[in-house]
T-cell receptor, first 114, second 112 residues
Framework: EAGVVQSPRYKIIEKKQPVAFWCNPI?????LYWYLQNLGQGPELLIR????????DSQLPKDRFSAERLKGVDSTLKIQPAELGDSAVYLC????????????FGPGTRLTVL | GESVGLHLPTLSVQEGDNSIINCAYS??????FIWYKQESGKGPQFIID?????DKRQGQRVTVLLNKTVKHLSLQIAATQPGDSAVYFC???????????FGKGTLLTVNP
């Protein structure tokens, strides 16, 4: 069974440019998470979806970050405009049920903002 | 060791030795704890979990111990192998919002 797929794996952009990350969760997983991971730190939740509904987006900086999961499957996380401090790894995870122990993580997208 | 800034706590062991990785948490309401392993360039991988009504749980070569009195969690890896080299994170959650809070992480290096 394929795991969580993310693309691109790496992205380098200049500040003030937009960027988007894509995630395809494990088939049948209704819950999808986006995390931000800074170097040497643990992941921090940005947003959690149950099907197409964002049930927890309290940690998402809504002035520049947006996310969507229109059909309850794939998801896109966007940053516009990017800032230098946004350089990090963006992880997507999915779970069959909204229980924390069953989250499966993708490999992440490493973003570098110059 | 102690961590300062971006420096991870590190643990270096010889292949075949047992490893113990520690984690302190601060939220007394946390009732579910998880250990994750993260290899370079990969996402975190679930290792083992434990609920707050338990003190100890064992898996294959791994044991998690929970001391709620001092809010301390540990991961024991038996007969550590080079493939165990990674960063290990503890994570906690409490209540029904399923929001995981990750700890700082410990870099485990296994020397052959």
């Amino acid at each position: 069974e394929a795991g969580v797929v993310q693309s691109p794996r790496y992205k380098i952009i200049e500040k003030k440019q937009p960027v988007a990350f894509w995630c395809n969760p494990i088939s049948g997983h209704n819950t999808l998470y986006w995390y931000l991971q800074n170097l040497g730190q643990g992941p921090e939740l940005l947003i959690r979806y149950e099907n197409e509904e964002a049930v927890d987006d309290s940690q998402l900086p809504k002035d520049r970050f947006s996310a969507e999961r229109l059909k309850g499957v794939d998801s896109t996380l966007k940053i516009q405009p990017a800032e230098l401090g946004d350089s990090a790894v963006y992880l997507c995870a999915s779970s069959l049920d909204p229980g924390p122990g069953t989250q499966y993580f993708g490999p992440g997208t490493r973003l570098t903002v110059l | 060791g102690e961590s300062v800034g971006l420096h991870l706590p590190t643990l270096s062991v010889q292949e075949g030795d047992n490893s113990i990785i520690n984690c302190a948490y601060s939220n007394s309401a946390s009732d579910y704890f998880i250990w994750y392993k993260q290899e370079s360039g990969k996402g975190p991988q679930f290792i083992i979990d434990i609920r707050s009504n338990m003190d100890k749980r064992q898996g294959q070569r791994v044991t998690v111990l929970l001391n709620k009195t001092v809010k301390h969690l540990s991961l024991q890896i038996a007969a550590t192998q080079p493939g165990d080299s990674a960063v290990y994170f503890c994570a906690e959650t409490g209540g029904s919002n399923y929001k995981l809070t990750f700890g700082k992480g410990t870099l485990l290096t296994v020397n052959p």
